[in-house]
């Protein structure tokens, strides 16, 4: 059976969701997280739009699939 990945640095889902809920760690915590998957473009857009609707969209989408939904 594949691990599936976990969410913020491995951390549980429950501290993920509470990271996520505040915009600075959340732009922080995505940033680094899609730069070490190595998803350029998506560390790009984080950077670009991160404290508007990629925040907002990660958040629903945490809450929603209790975990990180890597879209990029």
């Known amino acids: 059976m594949a691990k599936r990945k976990s969410d913020y640095f491995g951390l549980s889902y429950l501290v993920s969701v509470i990271l996520?809920?505040?915009?600075?760690?959340?732009?922080?915590?995505?940033?680094?997280?899609?730069l070490s998957e190595g998803k350029i473009l998506a560390f790009l857009i984080r950077l670009i739009f991160g404290f508007t609707i990629v925040w907002i969209l990660d958040l629903i989408l945490m809450i929603l699939s209790k975990h990180i939904l890597r879209l990029l």
């Open 20 to 34: 996520a809920i505040i915009p600075v760690t959340a732009w922080i915590c995505g940033a680094i997280t899609r």
